[in-house]
Protein backbone atom coordinates (compact mmCIF):
# COMPACT_ATOMS: atom_id res chain seq x y z
CA UNK A 1 0.00 0.00 0.00
CA UNK A 2 1.78 3.29 -1.12
CA UNK A 3 0.21 6.30 0.32
CA UNK A 4 0.34 9.07 -2.61
CA UNK A 5 -0.42 12.32 -1.10
CA UNK A 6 2.09 14.06 1.53
CA UNK A 7 1.99 13.08 5.44
CA UNK A 8 0.36 9.67 4.52
CA UNK A 9 -2.95 11.22 2.88
CA UNK A 10 -5.99 9.75 2.19
CA UNK A 11 -5.38 8.04 -1.41
CA UNK A 12 -4.23 4.65 -1.39
CA UNK A 13 -2.75 3.12 -4.65
CA UNK A 14 -2.74 -0.69 -3.97
CA UNK A 15 -1.72 -3.45 -6.41
CA UNK A 16 -4.08 -6.78 -7.83
CA UNK A 17 -6.29 -7.53 -5.02
CA UNK A 18 -5.62 -11.38 -5.56
CA UNK A 19 -6.11 -13.14 -2.18
CA UNK A 20 -8.20 -12.47 1.22
CA UNK A 21 -5.21 -10.46 3.09
CA UNK A 22 -5.16 -7.80 -0.06
CA UNK A 23 -8.69 -7.45 0.17
CA UNK A 24 -8.86 -7.14 3.56
CA UNK A 25 -6.10 -4.97 3.35
CA UNK A 26 -7.85 -2.81 0.43
CA UNK A 27 -11.58 -2.91 2.36
CA UNK A 28 -9.64 -1.98 5.73
CA UNK A 29 -8.21 1.41 4.22
CA UNK A 30 -10.99 2.02 2.44
CA UNK A 31 -13.71 1.71 5.50
CA UNK A 32 -11.46 3.98 7.51
CA UNK A 33 -12.45 6.57 5.05
CA UNK A 34 -9.38 6.79 2.50
CA UNK A 35 -9.99 6.83 -1.22
CA UNK A 36 -8.25 3.37 -2.80
CA UNK A 37 -7.10 2.55 -6.32
CA UNK A 38 -6.99 -1.20 -7.27
CA UNK A 39 -7.59 -3.65 -9.57
CA UNK A 40 -9.25 -6.92 -9.08
CA UNK A 41 -9.61 -8.99 -12.74
CA UNK A 42 -12.42 -10.91 -13.79
CA UNK A 43 -13.50 -11.83 -17.14
CA UNK A 44 -16.36 -9.50 -16.89
CA UNK A 45 -17.30 -6.84 -14.23
CA UNK A 46 -20.14 -9.08 -12.74
CA UNK A 47 -17.36 -12.09 -12.10
CA UNK A 48 -14.69 -9.12 -10.45
CA UNK A 49 -17.16 -7.85 -8.04
CA UNK A 50 -18.06 -11.35 -7.05
CA UNK A 51 -14.42 -12.33 -6.25
CA UNK A 52 -14.00 -9.24 -4.21
CA UNK A 53 -17.61 -10.01 -2.81
CA UNK A 54 -16.40 -13.14 -1.96
CA UNK A 55 -13.12 -12.47 -0.51
CA UNK A 56 -14.24 -9.54 2.11
CA UNK A 57 -17.07 -12.42 3.03
CA UNK A 58 -14.75 -14.52 4.72
CA UNK A 59 -12.95 -11.48 6.72
CA UNK A 60 -15.88 -8.81 7.43
CA UNK A 61 -18.65 -11.14 7.23
CA UNK A 62 -21.59 -11.28 5.51
CA UNK A 63 -23.78 -8.94 6.54
CA UNK A 64 -20.65 -6.13 5.24
CA UNK A 65 -19.80 -7.77 2.76
CA UNK A 66 -23.36 -6.69 1.54
CA UNK A 67 -22.68 -3.31 1.28
CA UNK A 68 -20.25 -3.86 -1.19
Known sequence: ?????????TMLLFG???DQA???EVLRAANQGH?????????TIESALRRLIAMASRDLGQAQAQDL
Not at 35 to 43: C, F, I, Y
Open 35 to 43: LVLTTVHGS
Open 22 to 24: SAS
Open 16 to 18: EVR
Open 1 to 9: VYPTAPNGG
